[in-house]
């Protein structure tokens, strides 16, 4: 049996999204079925809008959400229909060299569901992220849902799935933040306030946010920021070292995905320190650094795709904490709008108006 729903389609590139009639098969091996009950709005989801990530239109957008299991495939052990799941965009293999080598986070083949999502005349549909939860349900690979408490709620657990779980995880993950460590966070939208707010959940001593924008700047005082600096009226690297007796960060972030930010992290950073990569350049950017600069500063240069996690290992002890109330992760979700919002919402997120608006289904 098929599934008729609304879910939220890119047509072409640059065209404005709309919702349509999507056909979702029910789930064979190794597949599961979910009912979306949230999902927010990624910065990812207009790159795919815009033909930035690729040219396989139409997508099925949407790939940060939580909702329950409503059918499984008949070989899926450890999922059942009523769980309440985060989806994950890295379903690891187990048998790729990296899962071999224990370092499932780096996984170079992870799941996707096997069946396609179409429309009603057939055409078949690319799910964003192998996900597409801009609707009333998905079918995603069963590794792909990840069980947490149901007790926290759903528009909160979703942000868990794609951006706030890669702020938190560059901090966490790829940097190791440790206790005492000068954090220091350029660009703080969604993604960079997750990092300010798992340096602070390391233990960091003193965070200093980045950005152009000072409304952005608030918020990153409220996730933990004891510094903020304005880009555009001060210079970032002398401001970072000046808060750090001269030395600069141990630990720098970036979260614009640009060569000047990320030049202005690699200076910014103490001796020996740490640069992670978290924003996402575009094709046609260059770096251009002097070599003896980056041999005689040692340290590492990190990126950071979706936080190092491992979903099944960091979401269910994430939720934990924030219902703990120690990971204020509501913090991040600005408005919950409906399903036909979606394209309003990207205008939002351009104007720099929200962290995460989120569709509430
Ligand atoms: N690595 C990953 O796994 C991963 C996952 C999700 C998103 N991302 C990427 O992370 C980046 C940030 O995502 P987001 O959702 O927070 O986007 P966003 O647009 O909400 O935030 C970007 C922030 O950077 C600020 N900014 C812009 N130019 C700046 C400058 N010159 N100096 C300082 N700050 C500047 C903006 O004011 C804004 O606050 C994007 O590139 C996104 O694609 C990466
Ligand atoms: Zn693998
Ligand atoms: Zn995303």
């Keep these: 049996m098929a599934h008729e ?25 190794g597949e599961a079925l979910v009912r979306v009950r949230a999902c927010g709005v990624c910065h990812t989801d207009l790159h795919y809008r815009e033909g930035g990530i690729g040219e396989d239109f139409p997508y099925l957008l949407g790939h940060e959400a939580a909702g329950t299991v409503e059918a499984v495939g008949s070989d899926v052990t450890g999922l059942e229909p009523g769980d ?7 379903a690891v293999c187990g048998q790729c060299r990296a899962c071999r080598r224990g370092r499932p986070w780096y996984c170079f083949a992870t799941h996707n569901a096997a069946q396609k999502m179409t429309l009603t005349d057939g055409t078949t549909l690319s799910p964003a ?5 801009f609707a009333e349900k998905t079918l995603v690979a069963a590794g792909q849902c990840t069980k947490v408490d149901p007790r926290i709620r759903p528009e909160v657990a979703g942000l868990l799935g794609c951006g706030v779980m890669a702020g938190l995880g560059a901090a966490l993950n ?5 206790r005492g460590d000068s954090v220091a966070v350029i660009g703080c939208g969604g993604v960079g306030n997750a990092a300010v707010l798992g340096a602070r959940l390391a233990g960091a001593r ?3 946010a980045v950005d152009v924008d000072p409304g952005k ?11 903020v600096i304005n880009s555009r009226e001060a210079d970032p690297v002398e401001s970072i070292r000046a808060l750090t007796e001269e030395n600069g960060a141990d630990v720098v972030i970036e979260a614009v995905g640009r060569p000047e930010t990320y030049t202005q992290a690699f200076y910014a950073r103490d001796l020996a320190g740490t640069v992670v990569l978290v924003g996402v350049p575009t094709p046609d950017m260059k ?17 950071s795709w979706y936080g190092d996690c491992l979903p099944s290992r960091d979401f269910p002890m994430l939720v934990d904490l924030h219902l703990q109330g120690r990971l204020p992760l509501e913090k991040f979700v600005s408005e919950t709008i409906a399903l036909d919002k ?14 995460r608006s989120v569709v509430v289904l």
């Design 217 to 227: 700047l608030a918020w990153a005082r409220d996730f933990g920021a004891t510094d």
């Design 129 to 133: 992220l192998g996900i597409g939860a």
């Design 5 to 29: 729903v609304r879910g939220v389609i890119a047509r072409g590139k640059g065209a404005e999204v709309a919702v349509t009639t999507v056909i979702v098969p029910d789930p064979g091996p």
């Design 206 to 208: 003193k965070i200093i």
């Design 84 to 90: 309440f799941v985060i989806l994950n965009w890295r």
């Design 174 to 178: 790829t940097a190791a933040v440790s």
């Design 287 to 303: 770096l251009e650094l002097p070599l003896l600069d980056f041999f005689g500063r040692g340290g590492s240069l990190k990126s």
């Design 342 to 355: 979606v394209e309003d919402a990207f205008a939002k997120m351009q104007r720099g108006e929200v962290l």
